[in-house]
């Protein structure tokens, strides 16, 4: 399953957006989904820390004294060792931003195994750009040699966007799947999205029809091919909500949906978007599928720590 795809690359004028295709979801039952920060002490799961070799390992923060030595020894939970750094100078209110994007966490028991979603550190974004490349390339219809030269070009997209942070973040979600006798398999790197807060975060070249730039805007996302039909694109969508209610003072959310992609346009209408444009046919000329702008309004976060969410839309799904 992948959804929105908006990188713009310089070196590829046919196609500087587009939206790959989005396989139908799975359902699942309805379990409790948590939004919480590490501070917050509801939180009890490990969380996987994937190193540049794309081993993973687990860091346990069920107490205090845990989390104090976790936090000096591994190179995700550390503010200070370069996870979230930008790269440029940062305001007190962005420093205080980048430390919530840090302990962010959606954690979703599915039917079939767990799902953590957090912000990418700098360590994890060899791994993304692999999974975006292969998704850009699969959408595009183009032969697997062209995916080391979509890697080169996503990295450097990526590595753009990241010194915009705290106005934008890119999730990346991790899955464990339950096997039969309640075996845990490996985790592994299942999705990911790009979220924008504001207009400082905003994509300078952004897809048509344009969306507001000082309004939240959702793109990028895309599922692991073996992980797809298992709900995971659907929580990525929950999970990007989740922070703009944390990060943004506009309820307004925008992204994008190509005309042609049913399943994925099914999944953001029943998860309450609306589409407010459509592209011109003439936009065809460019040699670009059409496009609906799809936009949501958020409702009021009664709890900043933590928040159950509703799976009656997915139920719904098809």
């Known amino acids: ?91 007190n209110e962005e420093l205080e931003q980048l430390k919530f994007l840090e302990n962010f966490r959606y954690f979703k028991e599915l039917k079939s195994g767990s799902l953590w979603v957090r912000v990418m550190g700098a360590e994890e974004m060899d791994i993304t750009v692999g999974l975006l490349a292969e998704s850009f390339a699969e959408s595009m219809v183009l032969p697997s040699g062209y995916v080391s030269v979509l890697k080169f070009l996503v990295k450097q997209y990526l590595i753009e966007r990241r010194a915009l942070m705290p106005h934008m973040a890119t999730l990346i979600g991790f899955y464990r799947e339950t096997v039969e006798g309640g075996k845990e398999e490996e985790v592994q790197l299942a999705g ?46 929950k999970a990007s909500e989740e922070l703009i209610s944390q990060m943004s003072s506009s309820r307004e959310v925008y992204l994008h949906c190509r005309m042609i992609d049913a399943a994925p346009l099914n999944m953001y209408t029943k998860a309450d978007y609306k589409i407010v444009k459509t592209d011109s046919i003439l936009v065809l000329l460019t040699l670009q599928r059409r496009k609906h702008l799809m936009c949501k309004k958020l409702p009021p976060l009664n709890n900043p720590s933590e928040s159950d ?8 799904t098809t």
Not at 58 to 75: C, Q
Not at 309 to 316: I, P
Request: glycine share 4%.
């Open 1 to 91: 399953m992948a959804a929105t795809i908006s990188l713009s690359f310089p070196l590829d004028p046919q196609n500087l957006h587009y939206h790959s295709r989005l396989n139908p979801i799975s359902l699942c039952k309805p379990h409790q989904t948590r939004f919480f920060t590490r501070s917050s002490p509801i939180y009890k799961h490990p969380l996987p820390t994937f190193h540049r070799e794309g081993t993973c390992s687990f860091k346990s923060s069920s107490s205090s004294s845990s989390h104090s030595s976790t936090t000096s020894t591994s190179p995700a939970s550390s503010f200070l060792d370069d996870p979230f750094r930008t790269g440029r100078f940062l305001s």
């Open 309 to 316: 969410l509703s799976d009656s839309d997915m139920e719904k």
């Open 192 to 237: 990911t999205v790009e979220v924008c807060f504001d207009r400082r975060g905003a994509n300078a070249s952004p897809p048509t029809p344009t969306p507001p730039k000082d309004s939240p805007y959702i793109c990028n996302m895309a599922v692991k091919k073996s992980l797809r039909r298992k709900g995971i694109g659907w929580h990525l969508l």
